[in-house]
């Protein structure tokens, strides 16, 4: 039992697109992604080619609207 504990409190859910950059997939399931704490806290508010291309399909999918693809490629071009 105390295994668990230690894995379950190492191991979070972090936001694949940074809610400070798309609020409105704050609470999307879709949006979030299982690390280590560790590289979680080291991790910060950087949109890529792979959050780009996310934010993208997403859009297609009805996933994400026009405003948060928007938002999500301008803070991708100030990488």
């Avoid at 950059?21 to 949109?47: F, G, H, W």
């Amino acid at each position: 039992m105390d295994f668990l504990l230690l894995i379950l409190s190492i191991i979070t859910g972090d936001h694949i697109i940074p809610r400070s950059v798309c609020p409105e997939l704050d609470n999307t399931l879709y949006n979030l992604e299982m690390m280590p704490l560790t590289l979680n806290q080291r991790k910060s508010a950087k949109i890529g080619t792979r959050q780009m291309d996310l934010a993208k399909r997403w859009n297609q999918d009805g996933l994400l609207s026009d405003e948060g693809l928007k938002a999500v490629l301008e803070e991708g071009k100030t990488e």
